[in-house]
């Protein structure tokens, strides 16, 4: 019995040793694994992974920055408010590769041209920092997730020994427009994208700052370079598995050009009417200014109570008016004050500046919105003629 217990004792040391194997032989390989788009708008931008592959020591793992829990406490919160804990994570190489194959999803391969020496502190560096009391990390999205850690961890163990030089025919995209390329801009997503992100993504990324996408670190991974030698950092790359047909459904009949067009109709044949009756729908303007506000304030929150840096200088403000809310008084009356019509004068200017900013490249705003923004252009114009007549 004493024996048995003893092998079994062995048995489980051994695996455990195999499965936590500090030093690499020299057959071991480090590999960048690069994952297409998903479905999902949480998968639309893609995904990147180390994998640790040595032979003699029977290791095959993976190790990527893009783990989180949904159980954490204030998950949500945390969320909203730009403060949410993401961590690395390890995983049985074949379990990584069938989990995304599963899903529909490319998966190409680039083998580092890393000496032995390279390949240990890399190795050694991801498995310190995937200790439970190191493993987490405050994520944003364009300048610490799980690509631009590929990056910095790459650069750690190449002692900064890295070029990423310019692929053939770059040319510097705005983060907005980067986010565009992986998103369609008819689609709810993009809308969401639009409206919650200020001006600040509407500038021009530099070169390094492009590998917030993980498909743009395969490809500044493949033009790199080693210091002084010129040698490529990527020796080799393969795809490993191709996505098969086309998996995003797009239907214009559900998309936001579409409702808020239709939205949009509704709102100027209400108007239109109300202008041959020479009479008021105060509910649509109750609407109007209630939804208007409210979505200026959850800008204004997002703007200045989070840690976003992509929140910030938001001109959807500008159709978004949070005072829209305090002055809802106002539509309940018959006649208005003044001041209300100066107000109502106000809100048009706001507009005819939104269009400004659009066209001279301030911000871009979602396409989806427009049917909606002429209406409210034109019911704004229609409530100063009405209450103009009133007085």
Not at 132 to 160: G, H, Q, S
Not at 215 to 222: A, D, G, V
Not at 345 to 371: D, E, M, S
Request: charged share 20%.
């Amino acid at each position: 019995m004493k024996k048995i217990l003893l092998l079994l004792l062995l048995s489980l040391f051994t695996q455990i040793v195999i499965g936590q194997q500090k030093v690499l032989s020299n057959n071991a390989e480090i590999s960048i694994l690069t994952i297409g788009s998903g479905t999902s708008l949480n998968d639309a931008f893609g995904h990147s992974a180390f994998r640790i592959h040595d032979p003699i020591n029977n290791l095959d793992k993976t190790f990527d920055y893009g783990r989180f829990d949904f159980e954490a406490p204030n998950f949500y919160l945390n969320f909203a408010r730009g403060k949410l804990n993401y961590s690395i994570g390890d995983s049985i190489y074949y379990d990584f590769l069938k989990f995304y194959i599963y899903q529909n999803r490319t998966v190409k391969e680039q083998v580092l041209n890393l000496s032995q020496k390279e390949k240990q502190k890399l190795y050694d560096f991801l498995l310190e920092n995937n200790k439970p009391e190191n493993r987490n990390y405050l994520y944003e999205f364009f300048f610490d997730n799980c690509a631009t850690k590929i990056k910095d961890v790459t650069r750690i163990a190449l002692n900064n020994n890295v070029i990423f030089n310019n692929p053939k025919d770059f040319k510097a995209e705005k983060f907005r427009k980067l986010i565009h390329n992986n998103v369609n801009r008819n689609s709810w997503g993009s809308c969401g994208i639009d409206i919650a992100l200020g001006s600040v993504i509407d500038r021009t990324a530099t070169a390094e700052e492009h590998m917030f996408l993980p498909e743009n670190i395969f490809t500044f991974f493949e033009n790199a370079t080693l210091k002084n030698t010129n040698t490529p950092l990527v020796k080799s790359s393969k795809i490993l598995y191709s996505k098969k047909g086309n998996g995003n459904r797009y239907n214009f009949i559900t998309s936001p050009l579409f409702v808020f067009g239709v939205l949009g109709l509704l709102i100027i044949f209400i108007t239109y009417k109300d202008y041959k009756n020479t009479k008021r729908s105060k509910w649509l303007d109750i609407t109007l200014f209630s939804i208007t506000g409210i979505v200026g304030i959850f800008i204004l929150l997002l703007w200045f109570a989070t840690d976003h840096t992509g929140t910030h200088q938001n001109y959807n403000l500008l159709w978004a008016f949070v005072l829209n809310l305090f002055v809802i008084g106002q539509l309940f009356k018959k006649r208005a004050s003044l001041w209300f019509i100066k107000y109502l004068k106000l809100l048009v200017i706001l507009l005819c500046l939104l269009t400004l900013h659009w066209i001279i490249g301030v911000q871009v705003f979602a396409i989806g919105l427009i049917p909606f923004l002429i209406a409210l252009f034109l019911r704004y114009l229609f409530l100063i003629k009405y209450f103009n007549n009133a007085s």
